[in-house]
């Protein structure tokens, strides 16, 4: 009787915490931004990294202009790849637990696009072809840039 008990508070606690740390995952760590936008606050050092991301991004944005400006598939497969899904393996899951579900959901999006812009270099899609899945992918860059903001605490 008393293991019963003792079983049905520990199954209760489990299911309370599994349940918040859900909600926070999905919610993420959110405040009202000062600009209409919604702010994610994170810890300067995270804050920092996430715009590293976004810079390496925009590098292999240029990267990949380039590359079709002159023709070369290679560079643009090599900068496409870069900013793919590699580049995102490694983030820590702290952070990740931070991040609201829609903002983790267009980072993964863009990571994946230029995992498929990469192999539609290396196949040989023709330049307008691969100027368009760009165009789609910086469409998502500024749909996130619109939504949400980095504050740090």
Known sequence: MKISKIASAALLLWIVTVSIGAWF?????VTT???NRT???LSPGERDLILQEMRGLLSATQGILEGVNQGDMVRVATAARAAGMAAAADVNPSLMAKLPRPFKSMGMSVHRSMDEMAQAAERGTPAPEILKMLGNTLGLCVACHSSW???AR
């Open 25 to 29: 995952f999905i919610r993420g760590n």
């Open 33 to 35: 931004g000062t600009d």
């Open 39 to 41: 702010a994610i606050v």
């Open 149 to 151: 903001q980095l504050k």
